[in-house]
């Protein structure tokens, strides 16, 4: 009988958090549709191009909002076996208050590693062949900056020609041993610069230790500069924010390959913002599961649908924010990123416990 009561409540909470997936997978479908059909309305291709992106970048989305998810899905079942009085039966069989609030939170928990393991790897494979293939259409796509093991390369269009960067592993907002290839529209070279440093804070860089080899009636001449100055259309922010995007790196990359990529030039703080985050995936999974419990299994009356509704979207909103507060403070520099990405989840722990104890003596 256990074993029939335990593959009820299983079979069944998945099943609504499949519904909820699914319903959430359609809604993002259609508004994400429009904006890749917006964007690829002037290029020539065909219909299927949108509609194969959008559908590979849906699940990392679901992926984000699953805590969200989660709980309302917690809420629906848990609010559907309360009012249909499959909960008192459960009572009646055994099952209390706190053991049916483990099975689920630890199925979660569980869901939640599953997801980090096995689905983060096939999601961010998948953005990454959507953000690939997206900047093959972008209209900047001749400006391209990459780091690699051999340090940063930069691409820039100028009106009379091209310019190529190349640098060791930034160092803040300073590059180490640059040098600068200066091109003619005919791709030849015009001029070449070798800087010891670069300040590249602001779009005006800031070169030390300056060498120039300059074409003059097709020999180069040799300069000695202290200091000189060029402009790019890049700097320090908009060169660091083009590695934000984790979403194209899996957990098994970050834990695994986390040293390897602070030698390839990638920023401390955003790796372990991104590792951390992902880290807290099963626990607000387990969490807001047990919100969803604590909130239907405080009385076995049935409830306004309405009331609940509102409640569970007051909740997610609630959460949301506090997340986005506790990160913005973490990337400030107000408190370390580690605590802002893990305070939500000491706060909802407190609260959550003190919940427990309340439905047990139910």
Known sequence: MNKIILNYLLKNFLKTLMYSILIMYSFGFILTLFEEIEFFKNLNVSILMPLMLTSIFIPSMITKLLP???????????RSIRNNKDLLTLKVYGYSNIKIFFILALTSFTLGWLILIIVSPITSSMVKYYEITKSQYARDVDHLVAVNKNGLWIK?????????????????????????????????????????????????????????????????????????????????????SLFKNFDTMSFLDLAIDYQELLKNGYNKKFLNQSLHSMLTLPFFLFLMTAIASIITMNTLKRSDNFKLILLGIFISVFVYYFKDLSLALGQTGRIPITLALWSPIIALSLFTFIGVLQINEK
């Open 156 to 240: 820039e269009n100028l009106n009379n020609g091209t310019r190529i960067i190349t640098a060791s592993k930034p160092d803040g907002i300073n590059l180490n041993s640059v040098t600068i290839f200066q091109l003619n529209q005919s791709y030849n070279l015009e001029k070449k610069i070798y800087a010891g440093t670069a300040n590249i804070k602001n779009n005006n860089w800031d070169l030390d230790d300056v060498i120039i080899f300059k074409r003059k009636d097709g020999i180069f001449e040799k300069e000695f500069l202290e200091k000189y100055q060029i402009n790019s259309i890049y700097n320090y922010e908009k060169i660091t």
């Open 68 to 78: 969200f998810i989660i709980f309302i899905s917690s809420l629906w079942f848990m």
